[in-house]
């Protein structure tokens, strides 16, 4: 078994920090903020469901199979959310992943649209490639998800097609826990240039 050891990706707005059980009561607050946007992501709800939702993160973690993080902006020191790389495979004969999922994203309402996410993502897609080098980015998202379908579209991911009862459904707006329908993007090595820079121009000058 393979696992990952927990690293700081610090940019400018946003810096992501290992998921620990000392940032419950920041994402309680933050999940609590306004649960209107959950419509299709796994948001928890309560110091109970947190702190479940913060150890079977975790034990993904030990598994090797997720690297999680909360996400703190510094303007203001908050925690604002979480994300993870995810689905981390490896190969025989690599110290390092070869393919890694970001996904299991999501913001409180005041974090959303701003340049919190775009950073988040730059910052990963580079340790993503430039340091582990993998092969592969993947960024996947429900079917019904039209505003992050067009989100990842924008950035640069190229749309792989659709797993059918992929993963169980999560959000207000599913019957959660039935299986959904996954749209399914990529990055590859070959375009990260430009969808890196795609990011850039979208985070804040000077």
Known sequence: MRSLEPIVLRGTVVQLEPLGHQHTDALVRAADADRSSF????????????????DALLADAVAGA??????RRL????????????DIRWWAGHDTPVEVEIGGTWLTVAAQR???NTEAKLLMLRHAFEVWRVHRVAIC???RNERSRRAIERIGGRFEGVLR?????????????????TACYSILPTEWPAVREVLKAGLPSG
Do not use: K
């Open 39 to 54: 419509g299709y992501t796994n948001v928890p709800d309560g110091d109970r469901a947190t702190h479940s939702y913060i």
């Open 66 to 71: 997720a690297l999680p993080f909360v996400q």
């Open 141 to 143: 998202t429900d079917e």
């Open 114 to 116: 701003t340049s919190i």
């Open 75 to 86: 303007a203001d020191g908050a925690v604002v959310g979480c994300t993870r790389f995810m």
């Open 165 to 181: 009862n992929h993963r169980p459904a999560a959000g207000h707006l599913t019957d959660v826990g039935s299986p959904r329908n």
